[in-house]
T-cell receptor, first 114, second 113 residues
Framework: DGGITQSPKYLFRKEGQNVTLSCEQNLNHDAMYWYRQDPGQGLRLIYYSQIVNDFQKGDIAEGYSVSREKKESFPLTVTSAQKNPTAFYLCASSIGNRIYTEAFFGQGTRLTVV | DAKTTQPTSMDCAEGRAANLPCNHS???????VYWYRQIHSQGPQYIIH???NNETNEMASLIITEDRKSSTLILPHATLRDTAVYYC??????????????FGKGTKLSVKP
């Protein structure tokens, strides 16, 4: 089935460690996005990529890094520089960053710093 | 920042229509209104979008006022599975960051038996 897959669903990290969240899509979409969600809040944009080998910072990029070496994959690294990394992370993709295309979301990764 | 205003929460009886309002008074001429919903601890799900005409699909109807400053999402026969947070989003078409989805806090809809 076509879709967008995030792994793992739950992730625990020790304070001070970097951790990478996986996001893979087989929808042949050009654009991919990473969002962060805190309890009771809406989604906030971390990074987005409109095409392979290109990505842009969103509203809260500090402490995060991404890569887009393949069209299907857009991994997010939460670095030790991110002061409050515990959150629900959502990846999305769309055909392109165009007005008339909806975005499809993965099921999310819940990251907890212990 | 989100360009929309929605009530924090709403209740609806099972089987009745759920009407979710959204204000977007600063919407510009070529910005679309999108609706997504998020069931607890899942990724958001696309529902519907529109520019100025009313739209309907298998999930819902979208009614946009003539001046486009507000809209209403209608779930015609709400079920318990429709309990979720509903997000109304105004999305630009300028390319680049203007095309990104900017989420507010949404409306928490509780469908009750």
């Amino acid at each position: 089935d076509g879709g967008i897959t995030q792994s793992p669903k739950y992730l625990f990290r020790k304070e001070g460690q970097n951790v990478t969240l996986s996001c893979e899509q087989n929808l042949n979409h050009d654009a991919m996005y990473w969002y962060r969600q805190d309890p009771g809040q809406g989604l906030r944009l971390i990074y987005y990529s409109q095409i392979v080998n290109d990505f842009q910072k969103g509203d809260i990029a500090e402490g995060y890094s991404v890569s887009r070496e393949k069209k299907e994959s857009f991994p997010l690294t939460v670095t030790s520089a991110q002061k409050n990394p515990t959150a629900f992370y959502l990846c999305a993709s769309s055909i392109g960053n165009r007005i008339y295309t909806e975005a499809f979301f993965g099921q999310g990764t819940r990251l907890t710093v212990v | 920042d989100a360009k929309t205003t929605q009530p924090t929460s709403m209740d609806c009886a099972e089987g009745r229509a759920a009407n979710l309002p959204c204000n977007h008074s600063t919407i510009s001429g070529n910005e679309y209104v999108y609706w997504y919903r998020q069931i607890h601890s899942q990724g958001p799900q696309y529902i519907i979008h529109g520019l100025k005409n009313n739209e309907t699909n298998e999930m819902a109807s979208l009614i946009i006022t003539e001046d486009r400053k507000s809209s209403t999402l209608i779930l015609p026969h709400a079920t318990l599975r429709d309990t979720a947070v509903y997000y109304c989003i105004v999305r630009g078409n300028y390319g680049g960051s203007q095309g990104n989805l900017i989420f507010g806090k949404g409306t928490k809809l509780s469908v009750k038996p």
